[in-house]
């Protein structure tokens, strides 16, 4: 029966409702403020009196960033780095999440599997190794240098592992009983309930192929390979120097419009664009999905 709220209880709610709305606005205003100087002069920017608000407005900083070839291949990259690495990482993270979820009972060598995918969280085999590995077998410069080596997101198989444990055993039940196997329940029970667990890790996995520049830049020799987030690290690195190579009148005009500030701000901007965009598809499920894992270990 619902009861009205008492007095204490609604200054508790206008309480919590004024902090979080605050929290809000401490996550969004650097990335206004970043927007901001990505669209103000450099002479504005290097001032530091650039707000939530651009100060003499130009959209110099996105014709450097996105006036090049380099640009839109080194971003296609990252599309199919995104596009083959996330349905890989979450096939396979299914996959070794289900045998892995059960008891020891059902599977002897549980505890055996799961501390050879846990001590690789714990321990690395260093930067030469990997590289040397991923030389050998003749991963370098291809798509698949910037995949395979992270095919197995570890993390995200115990996650998922202990959401799968946290599942009532009586569905799991009720589809053997019903002439169902292991593939069958799998796919048929777990993954459907699973939902929100998935969709989190998934927005996991795409985050980390977007927002990942380091192997990009051991991996890859040559700039057409780089994915978007290496080719921007570079640009900021040696950020006027294919400007400087052809010294056209336009591009050394262009060169005293824009900075390394508001060209840093244009290109993390444009980097995090379209995580801004898939994310608000997926909050419903992120929302639910945040907790997996927390209860069982």
Partial sequence: ?????TMGRKVFLTINSVFLLLVALL????????????FSSSAAAATGKVGLWPMDFTFSSYKFVAG???FFTSFFVSLRRVLIGVPLNMILTILIAYPLSKEAAKFRLRSVFVWFFLITILFSGGLIPWYMTAKQTGLLDTIWALILPG????FNVILLLNFFRELPKE???AAFIDGAGHWTTLWKVFVPISVPAIATLTLFCMVGHWNSWFDGLILMNKLQNYPLQSYLQSVIVKFDATLLSSGSADQYKLLSQISNKTTKA????????PILIVYPFLQRFFISGIVLGSVKG
Avoid: D
């Fill in 151 to 154: 095919a197995v997101p570890v």
């Fill in 27 to 38: 996550c969004l205003v650097p990335i206004v403020n970043i927007l901001a100087v990505s």
């Fill in 1 to 5: 029966m619902w009861q009205h709220p």
């Fill in 266 to 273: 244009a290109q993390i901007f444009i980097a995090s664009l």
């Fill in 68 to 70: 090049r070839h380099e």
């Fill in 171 to 173: 569905l799991e039940e």
